[in-house]
């Protein structure tokens, strides 16, 4: 599930709702721990959702274009939150230590 190289990067997520986001956490990433391959991860890195998300506004890089910019130490439960708020993830890669959802449960 976890990446091991810049080029082998995560699947995007796609939630039940059509929201889509990438959640990458390595050693190129804004994350922590900045490593490659870890049990788990206290915070992510997001990029490039589909629609304006306010639960991750505060970490855009780019405020002015939050379709098109990265979102540097996510708290891991917060993206985990924003799959939930979307019903759920139905498609995609998280990193080591970040649960999916399935909608079926929600």
Same mark, same amino acid.
């Given at each position: /599930?976890?990446?091991?190289?810049?080029?082998?990067?995560? @699947? @995007?997520?796609?939630?039940?709702?059509?929201?889509? /986001?990438?959640?990458?956490?390595?050693?190129?990433?804004?994350?922590? =721990?900045?490593?490659?391959?870890?049990?788990?991860?206290?915070?992510?890195? &997001?990029?490039?959702?589909?629609?304006?998300?306010?639960?991750? /506004?505060?970490?855009?890089?780019? @405020?002015?274009?939050?379709?098109?910019? &990265?979102?540097?130490?996510? =708290?891991?439960?917060?993206?985990?939150?924003?799959?939930? @708020?979307?019903?759920? /993830?139905?498609?995609?890669?998280? =990193?080591?230590?970040?649960?999916?959802?399935?909608?079926?449960?929600?």
């Amino acid at each position: /599930m976890g990446t091991t190289n810049k080029t082998n990067l995560n @699947k @995007k997520i796609v939630c039940s709702d059509g929201f889509t /986001m990438s959640v990458q956490a390595n050693e190129y990433s804004y994350c922590e =721990p900045r490593y490659t391959g870890a049990e788990q991860y206290e915070t992510v890195e &997001v990029g490039y959702p589909s629609q304006r998300e306010e639960l991750l /506004m505060e970490y855009a890089e780019t @405020k002015a274009d939050p379709t098109d910019t &990265v979102y540097a130490y996510v =708290p891991a439960a917060l993206a985990f939150a924003v799959i939930v @708020k979307h019903g759920g /993830m139905v498609s995609g890669e998280l =990193p080591n230590g970040i649960p999916g959802c399935i909608p079926e449960l929600l």
